[in-house]
Structures are given as C-alpha cells and as structure tokens.
C-alpha cells in the first residue's frame, strides 16, 4: 500500500470522527477508539521509511481513485461503528453495577448507539461495495479478468461478505445489542487484515506495485 493512501486515511479516519461529533455532542467520545488507530498507523507508517517515486502506469487510471478513495470510506465506517459498539458494550455494562460511572452519561443511549452501528455499517457496505467493484473494472483492464482470486481481492471478499452477514442478521433474524455490537467489533479485523496484513505477510499479491 503505497504512502499516499496511509496519508489519506490518517486524514480521513479523524475527519469522519470530527464530522459524526459536530452533528452529535455526544458522540465525540468515539475519539478515544479511533485516535489510537490513527496513532498506531502513523507508527506503521513511519517504520516503512517511505521516499518519493513516479507513479506506475498501471496506476494513472481513474478506476483507481475511485476503487482507493471508496475504499478509506468503507474502512473509516467501519472503524466508526467499531467504537460505537465498544461505547454500546461498555455503557451496557456500566448501566448493570450498583453505582453508575457518570462519564457515561455524556454518550448516547444504548439505543441510539445500537442504531448507529448498523448505519455506519450500512454506509460502509455500501462504499465497500463500489469499491469492489471498480477495483474489477480496473483488474479487467490491467489484468484482463475482473476478478484474480489475489489474497487481497480474498480478504476483500470476505470482509464484504462478514459485514452483509452484519446487515442480513440485522434486518431479517432480528439481531440487536451486545451480539450485534461484538460482531461490529469482531469484523473490522477482517478489514485490517485486507488492508495491511496480506501485503505484510504475503509478498505475492497482485496488490504490491513496483515503479515503472
């Protein structure tokens, strides 16, 4: 994953937390889960010791910028509704001891949060979604088959597929609350593991670009 992309998110991921806290007071208390994300991929980030390049031709396509850019706002949705199912567990637990922890106070009810887990889910699945598939249409014209079965188009896959199943027990088994609040936990490693863990392990992937 190329330096410019880890900038765009270190970017991104704070914006999408300064934009849910501007429309709810409330809800700037997400902060505490996704600024140490930040903080831990500004470290990642920094250890890579990056250096200026030209720009591959394989990547002067506007299939790119769309796969990337919608790509950061599936990952900057999901990581929101990770913490806003940590802030739903941590709160539910706090309302079952005999004396409250007032900071809870200042976050949403557990409702509210139980609801905007799934929007944030939603909207993730959606630009998951259009990022999939212009990644295909870029694939098609770069490697003349929209899909390669690559171990991040893999990942890809099932973390789509991890956050349909989200919205599937959602909307048609009736699931709510704590189950639905660890999965939204659980999830975003699948994410994690698209985005930095296969080129980290695997150096294979159709994914790593070298300069032309």
């Known amino acids: 994953m190329s330096t410019a992309k880890k ?13 849910v ?28 010791n ?3 390049t030209p720009k591959a031709a ?5 299939w790119l910028f769309i796969h990337v850019y919608f790509a950061w706002c599936a ?7 990770m913490a806003a199912g940590a802030l739903f567990l941590l709160k539910t637990k706090d309302a079952k001891q005999p004396v409250r922890n007032p900071t809870y106070e200042k976050f949403p009810s557990v409702e509210k949060l139980d609801e905007l887990i799934f929007r944030y889910v939603v909207f993730g699945f959606i630009t ?3 990022m999939i598939a212009a990644g295909g ?11 390669n079965w690559d171990p991040v188009e893999t990942w890809s896959l099932i973390s789509w597929l991890t956050y ?28 994690i593991i698209s985005f930095f863990g296969v080129n980290f392990i695997v150096n294979s992937s159709l994914h790593v670009f070298q300069v032309r």
């Open 128 to 130: 998951d979604t259009i």
């Open 58 to 62: 394989s990547l002067k396509t506007i």
């Open 75 to 81: 990952f900057g949705a999901y990581t929101l509704a």
């Open 7 to 19: 900038i765009f998110l270190l970017v991104l991921l704070p914006l999408f937390t300064l934009f």
């Open 164 to 191: 349909g199943l989200f919205i599937h027990l959602r909307v048609t088994m009736g699931w709510r609350g704590n189950r639905l609040a660890w999965l939204a936990i659980g999830a975003i490693s699948s994410v």
């Open 137 to 147: 249409l870029w694939a098609k014209d770069l490697w003349g088959s929209y899909w």
């Open 50 to 52: 990056p250096g200026l």
């Open 21 to 48: 806290g501007w429309q709810n007071k409330q809800l700037r208390g997400l902060a505490i889960l996704t600024v140490p994300v930040v903080l831990i991929m500004m470290g990642y980030g920094y250890m890579q």
